[in-house]
């Protein structure tokens, strides 16, 4: 177990609709990274927070966006959904804002786009 | 631009058997080198990192991966596989001098290993 979690496991939607998958950090990391993992792309890094604030950007859509609560909880914003939005998405956990800390990532969420 | 490449997509082995996962890299600057391995229906573990040291570098599992920049090669190696190391394997690369902290993956070796 990482610590990281993730809500919910699996999601099932509709083309067009806009779902919300939620991410807690490990206790006392700052920073959290979501990535899209899926056959054909692979896993794409999509945006990272630290403490609140956007830090990098990755290969992310205009239809997604994400946020970092105070809590430091975070949440991937994902709007107008596409078949081909279909994927695992994981959301991961650092201490630190750079590139020197390993990152720990949760269990991840299935979204199945129908 | 940073890059990671994994030449095989799958590695079989027998137990017992020493275990070379392969993984070359492409960046400006200093490399910062992780190696992460995805069981099935789980999410990625950390294994293992190069940052600056010594060339071999020990993780978690039993696993290492030998640093060498003049083959800018980061191969993550088992000296005696166990079947319960079957499982996907990403390495990943970070190029932290242009203040990019973007974590690139390569495509994933899927590692099969036989009893």
């Known amino acids: ?114 | 631009a940073q890059s990671v490449a994994q030449p095989e997509d799958q590695v079989n082995v027998a137990e017992g058997n020493p275990l070379t996962v392969k993984c070359t890299y492409s960046v400006s600057g200093n490399p910062y080198l992780f190696w992460y391995v995805q069981y099935p229906n789980r999410g990625l573990q950390f294994l293992l990192k190069y940052i600056t040291g010594d060339n071999l570098v020990k993780g978690s599992y039993g696993f290492e991966a030998e640093f060498n920049k003049s083959q800018t090669s980061f191969h993550l190696k088992k000296p005696s596989a166990l079947v319960s190391d079957s499982a996907l394997y990403f390495c990943a690369v970070r190029d932290f001098l242009h203040n990019d902290y973007k974590l690139s993956f390569g495509a994933g070796t899927t590692v099969t290993v036989r009893a």
């Open chain 1, 1 to 114: 177990d990482s610590g990281v979690t993730q809500t919910p496991k699996h999601l099932i939607t509709a083309t067009g609709q806009r779902v919300t998958l939620r991410c807690s950090p490990r206790s006392g990391d700052l920073s959290v990274y979501w990535y899209q993992q899926s056959l054909d792309q692979g896993l794409q890094f999509l945006i990272q927070y630290y403490n609140g604030e956007e830090r990098a950007k990755g290969n992310i859509l205009e239809r997604f966006s994400a946020q970092q609560f105070p809590d430091l909880h975070s949440e991937l914003n994902l709007s107008s959904l596409e078949l081909g939005d279909s994927a695992l998405y994981f959301c991961a956990s650092s201490t630190g804002r750079d590139g020197a800390y390993e990152q720990y990532f949760g269990p991840g969420t299935r979204l199945t786009v129908t």
